[in-house]
């Protein structure tokens, strides 16, 4: 029987294989191993196509994310404590980042339909304790509107971008006042191992990024901050470089398939994702589907069917036992997302015509 794998990161990888050997060799020539011109290039790259004035790239994202914070800490406009609001269903990094910068993460519910926060259910639980909100742009799709803009600007907020699943999606990391964005082998754009990268337009956060990213350094043997080393590796950089000519090709095949999903998948039982008006504004990094009521039975089938699927996420960070503080939260459309959503295959191993075949296996399953 014919197979569809969910991801297999050889094959997806193996089209740039040329070209990540001759960027390899580059470095292996360069004799520079941490830092220098590869790093510099792609900061000056995500800059360039996020739009945000600076870029300082990172050991991954989860740094990414604590290292605005911490940024933000050292400059004074956040300080121990204060609460940050962020979707309650997203990946538990994002919750991580804000507890590991001795910060306290809000979750909130998101929209059911977009499966994002906006700026209603933002407005709805906001109390005078929370001093910032972390957007996540989840399955890729852009999640910051002007409303959710000026919520944060009415309330004096900091508004943070977890793009990390959203690289290419139009304006993802240059709407808030900072972004954080991951490499990680299975996302959009992934090295062959860890990295991650900041983006903001405020010069002082940019600074304090790069040096606490860097010891706390500002200039040799000069220590400003009790800084970390969350640098980005030269190496993983150019790896990374080799992939981004093709970025918004590899967006535009994903942003294909999930138009061939929604158009043929036709079951009643499962519900598509609803794409945005501006089709650009989603990079598709999971192809999300909610199957109420029977959603094993749906992937043991597809199982049976040759066809491997994902969930993301079956248990939610407030859920998670190193977030008991938070277990006693009530996040009705987070819990019921939890148990419904199903992510179907949607990376270069899935051709446009696999994808009609496993959405035909999807119209005969019967519940
Ligand atoms: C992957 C991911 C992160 C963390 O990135 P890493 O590079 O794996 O540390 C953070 N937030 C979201 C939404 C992610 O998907």
Same mark, same amino acid.
């Given at each position: 029987?014919?197979?569809?794998? /969910?991801?297999?990161?050889?094959?997806?990888?193996?089209?740039?294989?040329? %070209?990540?050997?001759? %960027?390899?060799?580059?470095?292996?020539?360069?004799?520079?191993?941490?830092?220098?011109?590869?790093?510099?290039?792609?900061?000056?790259?995500?800059?360039?196509?996020?739009?945000?004035? =600076?870029?300082?790239?990172?050991?991954?994202?989860?740094?990414?994310?604590?290292? *605005?914070?911490?940024?933000? +800490?050292?400059?004074?406009?956040?300080?121990?404590?204060?609460?940050?609001?962020?979707?309650?269903?997203? =990946? &538990?990094?994002?919750?991580? @980042?804000?507890?590991?910068?001795?910060?306290?993460?809000?979750?909130?519910?998101?929209?059911?339909?977009?499966?994002?926060?906006?700026?209603?259910?933002?407005?709805?639980?906001?109390?005078?304790?929370?001093?910032?909100?972390?957007?996540?742009?989840?399955?890729?799709?852009?999640?910051?509107?002007?409303?959710?803009?000026?919520?944060?600007?009415?309330?004096?907020?900091?508004?943070?971008?977890?793009?990390?699943?959203?690289?290419?999606?139009?304006?993802?990391?240059?709407?808030?006042?900072? $972004?954080?964005?991951? /490499?990680?082998?299975?996302?959009?754009?992934? %090295?062959?191992?860890?990295?991650? @990268?900041?983006?903001?337009?405020?010069?002082?956060?940019?600074?304090?990024?790069?040096?606490?990213?860097?010891?706390?350094?500002?200039?040799?043997?000069?220590?400003?901050? +009790?800084?970390?080393? #969350? !640098?980005?590796?030269?190496?993983? $950089? %150019?790896?990374?470089? @080799?992939?981004?000519?093709?970025?918004?090709?590899?967006?535009?095949?994903?942003?294909?398939?999930?138009?061939?999903?929604?158009?043929? *998948?036709?079951?009643?039982?499962?519900?598509?994702?609803?794409?945005?008006?501006?089709?650009?504004?989603?990079?598709?990094?999971?192809?999300? &589907? !909610?199957?109420?009521?029977?959603?094993?039975?749906?992937?043991? =089938?597809?199982?049976?069917?040759?066809?491997?699927?994902?969930?993301?996420?079956?248990?939610?960070?407030? +859920?998670?036992?190193?977030?008991?503080?938070?277990?006693?939260?009530?996040?009705?459309?987070?819990? #019921?997302?939890?148990?419904?959503?199903?992510?179907?295959? *949607?990376?270069?191993?899935?051709?446009?015509?696999?994808?009609?075949?496993?959405?035909?296996? *999807?119209?005969?399953?019967?519940?």
């Amino acid at each position: 029987m014919k197979q569809y794998p /969910f991801l297999d990161l050889g094959r997806v990888n193996a089209r740039y294989a040329e %070209a990540l050997r001759s %960027a390899g060799e580059r470095v292996i020539a360069s004799g520079r191993y941490v830092g220098g011109e590869e790093v510099d290039a792609l900061e000056c790259w995500l800059s360039g196509i996020t739009g945000a004035r =600076y870029c300082v790239g990172v050991s991954n994202g989860l740094d990414a994310l604590r290292l *605005i914070l911490e940024g933000y +800490k050292v400059l004074g406009r956040l300080h121990v404590g204060d609460v940050v609001m962020v979707p309650a269903n997203t =990946y &538990v990094a994002s919750l991580l @980042a804000i507890s590991e910068a001795g910060l306290r993460p809000f979750p909130v519910d998101p929209d059911m339909s977009t499966m994002n926060l906006n700026a209603e259910g933002a407005a709805r639980a906001m109390t005078p304790d929370v001093k910032a909100i972390m957007t996540v742009h989840l399955y890729g799709r852009v999640a910051c509107d002007n409303e959710l803009h000026d919520l944060a600007a009415d309330n004096g907020l900091l508004l943070i971008e977890d793009a990390a699943q959203a690289i290419g999606a139009k304006g993802a990391g240059g709407l808030g006042d900072a $972004a954080g964005f991951s /490499f990680y082998p299975t996302k959009n754009m992934g %090295a062959l191992g860890d990295g991650g @990268a900041v983006t903001t337009s405020d010069p002082r956060l940019a600074k304090a990024v790069r040096m606490l990213a860097n010891y706390g350094s500002d200039y040799r043997y000069h220590n400003v901050y +009790k800084g970390h080393n #969350c !640098r980005l590796d030269p190496l993983q $950089a %150019a790896l990374i470089m @080799a992939k981004s000519d093709d970025l918004d090709g590899a967006n535009d095949r994903r942003r294909k398939r999930a138009e061939m999903y929604s158009k043929v *998948i036709a079951n009643r039982g499962v519900i598509t994702p609803v794409h945005p008006v501006v089709p650009e504004e989603h990079v598709w990094h999971q192809y999300v &589907v !909610r199957v109420p009521g029977f959603r094993d039975r749906f992937r043991d =089938y597809l199982a049976s069917n040759g066809v491997s699927t994902d969930i993301h996420y079956a248990t939610p960070p407030h +859920k998670q036992p190193c977030y008991a503080e938070l277990s006693g939260m009530h996040l009705p459309v987070t819990e #019921c997302l939890a148990d419904e959503v199903v992510s179907l295959p *949607i990376s270069d191993c899935t051709s446009l015509q696999d994808v009609v075949e496993i959405s035909n296996i *999807i119209n005969t399953f019967t519940y």
